[in-house]
C-alpha cells in the first residue's frame, strides 16, 4: 500500500482579493502562511513518511510546500516542481475581479468559465515569453479549460508519481484548486459533468490509500 496526499495551496493575495490568478505568480498572505503550518501539523499527525514532494512552478504552492516539510520534519525529501501541476490558466480573467466578471457576464456564463470541464475562457492576445517555461520548453497557454489542464496532467502522473506510488512509496502534491480537481477526476474516475460540483479547498489534506494496482483502498480528508 501507498499514501498519496494532495493539498491545495494556503491562502494567495489574490484569494483574498477574490481575483482570477491562474499562471500569475502570487504570494501566500499571513493567514495562508499560518494556514499552511497548521495543515502540517495535521499531516504530522498522521506519521506519513514521504519519499517526494510535488508542487508546480508557481510560488504560492512552492512556499505551502516548504511550510508543510518544515511541519512534518521532512525537508530533506526529494522536490520535484513543474508546471504540469500549474493551475488552469485563466487568460484574459487573470488579475480580474472575480464579482465584476460575474456582473458583466451573469452567472451561467461565469460558472461555465470556473467550474465546466470543457468551456475555455476569454483568450489573452498575447503571452510573454519567460526564461521559466522557456527553460521547460514550453510556452505560456493563452487561456486553458479545465480539460486542457487535465491533458497536461495527467503525463506527469504517468510518468512520475504513479511509478512511485505502485512500488509503495508514500508522495506528497501540494498545488492548485483547478490542478487537484483535474487529478481527482481522473482518480476517482468523475464524469464531466461531475467535476463541476468537485471544490478543492485551501489548506486541507485528502489522503488516498492505494494497493500497487492504484486502486483507491480508502480516502480521508484531515480538517481542523
Not at 89 to 115: D, I, S
Request: charged residues 25%.
Amino acid at each position: 500500500m501507498s499514501k498519496l496526499v494532495l493539498m491545495r495551496h494556503g491562502e494567495s493575495t489574490a484569494n483574498y482579493t477574490k481575483t482570477f490568478t491562474g499562471w500569475s505568480d502570487v504570494s501566500l498572505t499571513k493567514k495562508g502562511k499560518a494556514d499552511a503550518r497548521m495543515a502540517g501539523q495535521l499531516i504530522k499527525d498522521t506519521q506519513i513518511l514521504f519519499d517526494g514532494a510535488h508542487t508546480s512552478y508557481l510560488k504560492r504552492a512552492i512556499e505551502t510546500e516548504n511550510l508543510v516539510l518544515e511541519e512534518i520534519n521532512q525537508l530533506y525529501i526529494s522536490q520535484f516542481k513543474t508546471w504540469r501541476l500549474n493551475e488552469r490558466h485563466y487568460g484574459a480573467l487573470r488579475g480580474k475581479q472575480k464579482a465584476t466578471v460575474k456582473e458583466q457576464v451573469g452567472e451561467n456564463q461565469f460558472k461555465e468559465w470556473r467550474r465546466s470541464f470543457t468551456a475555455v475562457p476569454p483568450q489573452l492576445e498575447n503571452v510573454a515569453e519567460t526564461r521559466r517555461y522557456r527553460q521547460a520548453g514550453i510556452k505560456e497557454p493563452r487561456a486553458e479549460s479545465l480539460e486542457m489542464a487535465y491533458n497536461r496532467l495527467i503525463p506527469y502522473w504517468i510518468d512520475q508519481l504513479a511509478p512511485a506510488l505502485k512500488v509503495g512509496k508514500n508522495e506528497l502534491v501540494v498545488a492548485h484548486g483547478s490542478s487537484l480537481r483535474a487529478l481527482i477526476k481522473y482518480l476517482e474516475k468523475i464524469d464531466n459533468q461531475g467535476i463541476d460540483g468537485v471544490e478543492v479547498e485551501n489548506t486541507t489534506p485528502i489522503i488516498y490509500t492505494l494497493d500497487s494496482n492504484l486502486n483507491i483502498l480508502n480516502k480521508e480528508t484531515l480538517k481542523n
